[in-house]
Structures are given as structure tokens and as C-alpha cells.
């Protein structure tokens, strides 16, 4: 993609769908986003205290598709539903036990992250700076969990277990969800 291409950049495919219509066409994507992230939130390969789950690629394609605003709206709806106790979580955990557990710091994480990534998302089709952002949005997910599983086990072994074990998927999720949304709005924007 060219420079003059990544400036023209439309904004994200389900943005733009909803762009005009009423809030009532809100309502089902933000409901299918949380479902999405509940389903790859199933996904989980114990490793320690924290599994290992797909719910920040999943995290980062919604970010990528949906824009700042939708997708702040999607996480929220599915920490709320983790909330009140439906089976959302890694595990089919779900329940204010489950999320002021020791995945509390990651999933505060992920709802701060995905608005900031989305908005780089926004600005961008290159799938180096979404990539970047992505990246980004792992390193703030990563450190507000360990900050917080840092308060439950100690320094270390928050790192040597809430982090360390993280780091190469960061990598290879980052670039996935980087992959997976500039194919998606390559083949919307050409369509």
C-alpha cells in the first residue's frame, strides 16, 4: 500500500455500516462482538495463573473493524457480562470472583487498550503500524496485568508467570490481528 493510500483511509468497515442508521443496528454488533470475545475467550491454554487465551487477537480484529467508539462499547459489554456471571471468561469463568481475580489487571487492560488501538486503526491501512499498535496495546494489557497479579503473588513471579509467558504470542497475535484486518478492509474497501 502507498503512503497517499494509507491516508485515504476510510473508517473501519463496521463503523461505517453504522454510520447513519439508529442505535438498533448498534445493539447486535456490540452484542456479536462480545460474543466473539466470550468465544475466544474459551480458547485457553493454562500456563500458570493466567491462561493463555485468544482474546486479544480477538480483542485487536474488533478494534481494527469497529473503530474507537464500538469496540470501547463491545469490551465493556462483555466485562459486564463477565460481571454478572455468565460464563464469558477463560474457563467459562464468569462472576465478580472471576474478575477481580488474578486476570483483573489484563482484562482493565484490554479495555483501555482496545480504543487506543482502534484509534491508530482509524488513521491506518498498513499492516506495519497496525502491527505497532497492536504491539502497543499487548505492552499496556501485559503491564497493568502484571501490576495487578503483582499485588496477589509478588513481583516476580507475577512477571515470571503473568508476563513472561506472554511475550511471544503478543508477537504473533499482534501480527494476525494486523494481517487478518488490513486483508478484511482491503477486501471491503475494494468491494
Known amino acids: 500500500m502507498t503512503n497517499a493510500e494509507d491516508r485515504a483511509v476510510t473508517p473501519p468497515p463496521l463503523a461505517r455500516f453504522l454510520a447513519g442508521r439508529g442505535q438498533v443496528w448498534r445493539v447486535p454488533v456490540v452484542l456479536a462482538g462480545a460474543g466473539l470475545m466470550a468465544l475466544a475467550s474459551q480458547a485457553a491454554f493454562p500456563v500458570g495463573p493466567i491462561p493463555i487465551t485468544l482474546q486479544s487477537l480477538m480483542l485487536f480484529v474488533l478494534a481494527g473493524l469497529c473503530g474507537m467508539r464500538l469496540v470501547f462499547q463491545v469490551v465493556l459489554v462483555w466485562l459486564l457480562f463477565a460481571i454478572v456471571g455468565l460464563p464469558v471468561l477463560a474457563g467459562g469463568e464468569g462472576g465478580p470472583e472471576a474478575m ?72 504473533v497475535k499482534s501480527l494476525i490481528a494486523a494481517l487478518l484486518v488490513w486483508a478484511i478492509r482491503r477486501k471491503v474497501s475494494a468491494s
Open 100 to 171: 477481580m481475580g488474578g486476570s483483573a489487571g489484563f482484562l482493565l487492560g484490554m479495555l483501555l487498550a482496545a480504543p487506543l488501538v482502534a484509534r491508530t486503526a482509524e488513521q491506518t491501512f498498513e499492516p506495519a503500524r497496525l502491527t505497532g499498535a497492536f504491539l502497543l496495546g499487548h505492552a499496556l494489557i501485559l503491564a497493568l496485568g502484571w501490576a495487578w497479579l503483582a499485588t496477589l503473588v509478588g513481583v516476580g513471579p507475577a512477571f515470571a508467570d503473568g508476563v513472561a509467558p506472554f511475550l511471544p504470542g503478543a508477537v
